[in-house]
């Protein structure tokens, strides 16, 4: 068993910058795959980043690279999603997931077994 739980959502304005945080407990945090979703309201749920266990391989969504970071500290058990010029369209409801039987991040929702309750980020134009 694995519980996530998210912080760090809320509201900012076009070109800010949040940092959301996930904290694990339970298994092993390091041994596994760890990744960023999110959902807008009337649309599917979506990849944003993924961090391999290790930290070593990271992968992101066309739509936000080279505006979002994923990072991951191991001995905190927390992985983190820095979000920096950021859009209105970034608006959404963000999860983090883990993929205990992975350690390279999957894109897809169903291959993750453990998600957080989310938090809500607001981007104002």
């Known amino acids: 068993q694995v519980q996530l739980v998210e912080s760090g959502g809320g509201l900012v304005q076009a070109g800010g910058s949040l940092r959301l945080s996930c904290a694990a407990s339970?298994?092993?945090?390091?041994?596994?795959?760890m990744a960023w979703f999110r959902q807008a309201p009337g649309k599917e749920r979506e990849f944003v980043g993924g961090?391999?266990?290790?930290?070593?391989?990271?992968n992101y969504a066309d739509s936000v690279k080279g505006r979002f970071t994923i990072s991951r500290d191991n001995a905190k058990n927390t992985v983190y999603l820095q979000m920096n010029s950021l859009k209105p369209e970034d608006t959404a409801v963000y999860s983090c997931?883990?993929?205990?039987?992975?350690?390279?991040?999957?894109?897809?929702?169903?291959?993750?077994?453990?998600w957080g309750q989310g938090t809500q980020v607001t981007v104002s134009s």
């Open positions: 339970g298994r092993t945090f390091a041994g596994y795959a």
């Open positions: 961090i391999s266990w290790s930290g070593s391989y990271r």
């Open positions: 997931a883990a993929d205990l039987l992975s350690r390279i991040p999957r894109t897809v929702p169903s291959e993750y077994e453990y």
